[in-house]
């Protein structure tokens, strides 16, 4: 057995099942170690971008590391922008990335890059491997790395002879490091404040806005008073009718100050305490009021559930029932589109259990509004502001759940940054509804021109956030893609093509003209 085989079966054995990948020459014994190993499913992504955010996908949903394949420098830094988000939504993800053989580097080939001076800065773990037999064992930790808490990005480089030498065979994964526990004392402070009787507002994300830990802080709120708050931009959320309603910080900084306004009191729950995500003049870059106190119930990487259950004892409110969401039954609304009409439609016609994959930007508040008290579902959204996630992010969604909807709700302009996901949803059959949120433009930009007080009144700004000349032919890239498609100008038409959409196996595409 070479080193390629060595590691692919170890990752097999920690657990790994599925392999995004785009690889090049010095991945080769990788791809052809493929298969001789059965259990490791690989899934082509024609951009690098589109094999980290599919990655992504894949482990928000399955809850098992995922993988990538990537090459050299090159490749790695292709695909940086949705390590990024990945590292930002807590996802464990291991990235393999193929180098020069040692004894080439020295030569400085064309594609010679400092693979790890690349990868640093978007992993919490890299290393290159020395040798085909150290490559097993590098895996094998790559993988805890990948999986300790909260959740990591690690990156492991694999040289072509690290690769094609012989090695011993694969490695077992090593301890996995575990959540921290919350002390007794950090609840006991918890409880002072939510009896406190001054407002308190529980912010949550990660496993908070999950089961059980969301129906625990239901509890937690019913027995004390305390408001409800998810982080603007989170991994994973689970809501919709029966599910404990959570509302999300808004993104504009003045709304998140008014949301934020009367509290006296902020516990974090798996969330980092609360800023803008760009300065602005005259605006604070902290969100919750000078005079409010930030508490600290548990960290992203450590027990979220074992500390609101402790709460929950502490409180005596294992009793107290979680107030859940009311469903309410939409219709799919006519007249003229708005992105407010399509969530309307989107909410009514959504499938129980469907995962709802959202980089909507300026439509965003509606689509999350509209489907807050519909059938229940998961929702996905951007954490790092990186845009260019959306397609792929379903993709590998659907990759994780075959048997679920996915349905994308996606603003065009974020959609062309890596458009080549549409290609592997036709591939691989994926049951992925994307709605293209058709206004051809940049448009939260022009708001965001304003908002940093930069005077413009020329055509060169607008025409940086322009995207109608030419305009996109969305149906038709759907098509040369291999994805079906139709054109909505009219909610009469949304309405009918999600419905067909949903009606039909396989990847759909509605460009819907806002
Ligand atoms: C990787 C990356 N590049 C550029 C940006 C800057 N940016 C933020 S929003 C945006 C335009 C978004 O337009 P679109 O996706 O069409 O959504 P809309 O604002 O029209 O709703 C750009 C270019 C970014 N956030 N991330």
Known sequence: MNGAESLVRTLVGAGVEVCFANPGTSEMHFVAALDRVEELRCVLGLFEGVVTAAADGYARMSDKPASTLLHLGPGLANGLANVHNARRANTPMVNIVGDHASYHKRYDAPLTSDVESVARPFSDWVMTSADSDSVARDGAAAVAAAMAPPGRIATLILPADASWNEADGPAPLPPVEEHDAVSPETVAEAVRVLRSGEPVVLFLSGLALREPGLTLAGRIAASTGARLLAQTHNSRVERGAGRVAVDFLPYPVDEALSALADARHLVLVGSKAPVAFFAYPDKPSELSPPDCE?????????????????????????????????????????????????????????????????????????????????????????????????????????????????????????????????????????????????????????????????????????????????????????????????????????????????????????????
């Open 294 to 514: 930030i508490h600290t119930l548990v960290a992203p990487e450590e027990d979220v559930v074992q500390a609101l259950e402790a709460l929950v004892d502490e409180l005596d409110a294992h009793g107290t029932a979680a107030p859940v969401q009311a469903r309410e039954i939409l219709s799919p609304t006519g007249g003229t589109v708005t992105p407010d009409a399509a969530a309307a439609t989107v909410g009514a016609l959504l499938p129980e259990d469907a995962i709802v994959v959202e980089e909507a930007l300026t439509a965003a508040s509606a689509f999350m509004s509209r489907t807050r008290s519909v059938a229940p579902h998961d929702y996905l959204q951007l954490t790092g502001g990186a845009i260019g996630i959306g397609l792929p992010l379903a993709t590998g969604a659907a990759i994780a759940c075959p048997d679920r909807q996915v349905i994308c709700l996606q603003a065009d302009g974020s959609a062309m940054y890596t458009v080549q996901a549409l290609w592997t949803q036709g591939r691989e059959g994926l049951d992925v509804i994307t709605v293209i949120l058709d206004n051809r433009s940049y448009a939260i930009l022009k708001g965001e021109l304003a908002s940093v007080g930069a005077e413009s009144n020329g055509h060169k700004a607008d025409d940086l956030m322009e995207l109608d000349r030419p305009a996109l032919d969305w149906v038709s890239i759907a098509r040369g893609m291999g994805v079906e498609a139709g054109r909505a100008a009219t909610m009469a038409e949304f309405n009918r093509l999600l419905a067909t959409g949903l009606s039909s196996q396989g990847p759909y595409l509605i460009d819907l003209l806002l």
